[in-house]
């Protein structure tokens, strides 16, 4: 694959160290080892390996990877692994693409309260559907959910909101059967917005009165009580966004619209136009600018100083081991969780000619080996030397292999 004219890498590069050096003390752990990480990512300082084609003696360098989450450019073969373990986990039922989004005032909360905040969030949207999916007027069944967090909105805004993948249907109480929801319609969403509210609310305070909290700048006055009770308050009247359709395509449309996020983050190297040493130019979608009669949002051309698009970029850096990919109900990995093979059953004698919902997705399949490296000239290309990090070249002494330049 051809490297992208202009990438993250390259911005931080370039930049990095004088933000460094303005944000000194300001700046966590985690924040300054992606930076390093993005900077050294395929490059020299990594090591890496020589490549000679069989056929015409070509030379090929390949650098390694950092394989830091939060780098643009790694974990791809990750996100094609996870896509493929999913797609064979996928139910004969249709899906339902569903998110919770946070109010710009708990994710100011949420800014200094990462890992407690995100993980409530996580817990209480997944509370939300079960209990709600639980209610006998409402579906009356355990649900299954698949939950993926992003932080980021499309200008790189700290906008928390977890994507949840949900099968159109549960098992009953008794479990001896699929309880099917109507075709089309999943839950309520105003049910689901009031309630993932009420409980998400009352959670933040009980995280509050168990000191679980801390408050920074301008919230710090929210460490007393009152100020805090009178900080949530209008929450409580305020409409929180829950967004709940069936996806287009197929569930393995939003399975492959997650995977392309759930091993990297913010932005891609594809939407940056430029760089200079003023501003860096990405595209980014102004859902303020939608068209009112078919919803469609154009791209526009944002500019941010470099200093300004590292800071937003760096909003987005996840806690140390906190996981950002989780499985709740019927899907839930564990030694009392139900076998697939016996949920496919159920709905498949429940419904002996369920929906075609695979129709816009391919049949499940194992991941692929790495496919060998071709040379430009139609020869196999096959490692001969390893670099190491102190750029000394060294003979391999294993016997070759195929090269993966991924």
């Not at 091993?263 to 200079?276: G, T």
Request: include cysteine; proline fraction near 8%; charge should be positive.
């Amino acid at each position: 694959m051809s490297r992208p004219p202009l990438e993250v890498a390259d911005i931080f590069r370039a930049h990095g160290p004088a933000y460094r050096r303005a944000q000194a003390g300001h700046l966590s752990l985690g924040q300054l080892k992606a930076m390093s990480a993005i900077e050294a990512c395929r490059t020299a300082e990594l090591g890496g390996h020589v490549g000679r084609c069989d056929d015409c003696q070509r030379l090929a360098v390949s650098y390694n990877s950092c394989r830091n989450r939060h780098c643009p450019k790694c974990q791809g073969s990750a996100a094609k692994v996870w896509l493929a373990e999913r797609q064979a986990d996928l139910l004969p039922a249709p899906y339902f693409h569903v998110v919770f989004t946070l109010p710009a005032q708990i994710a100011a909360i949420a800014f200094h309260n990462k890992a407690v905040v995100y993980d409530l969030l996580f817990k209480t949207a997944a509370q939300t559907l079960q209990t709600i999916a639980a209610d006998p007027k409402r579906l009356g069944a355990r649900l299954g959910v698949i939950a993926v967090l992003h932080t980021w909105g499309s200008a790189l805004t700290h906008h928390p909101h977890v994507h949840c993948i949900v099968p159109g249907g549960g098992l009953s109480p008794d479990g001896q059967r699929w309880i099917a929801c109507r075709k089309g319609f999943f839950l309520p969403v105003r049910v689901l917005s009031r309630l993932f509210r009420r409980l998400f609310l009352d959670k933040l305070i009980a995280l509050r009165a168990r000191g679980c909290l801390r408050f920074f700048g301008a919230l710090a006055p929210l460490a007393a009580p009152p100020a805090f009770a009178a900080y949530l308050a209008p929450l409580r009247r305020a409409e929180w966004v829950v967004y709940a359709k069936p996806p287009f395509g197929g569930p393995a449309a939003v399975l492959a619209y997650l995977a392309r996020y759930t091993h990297r983050v913010a932005i891609s190297s594809s939407r940056l136009v430029s760089l200079d040493d003023q501003a860096v130019r990405f595209r980014w979608k102004d859902y303020r600018r939608a068209d009112p009669a078919t919803g469609a949002v154009k791209m526009a051309t944002m500019a941010l100083a470099p200093a300004e698009f590292i800071r937003r970029f760096l909003l987005h850096v996840l806690p140390s081991g906190f996981h950002r990919i989780r499985h709740y109900g019927l899907l839930a990995k564990g030694p009392n969780s139900l076998p697939l093979d016996a949920l496919r059953a159920l709905i498949l004698e429940r419904t002996p000619q369920p929906a075609a919902v695979h129709a816009a997705a391919p049949e499940p399949t194992e991941p692929k080996v790495p496919a060998i490296l071709t040379c430009p000239c139609g020869g196999v290309v096959r490692i001969i030397e390893v670099i190491g990090k102190d750029g000394a070249w060294r003979a391999r002494p294993l016997a070759p292999r195929w090269c993966d330049s991924s």
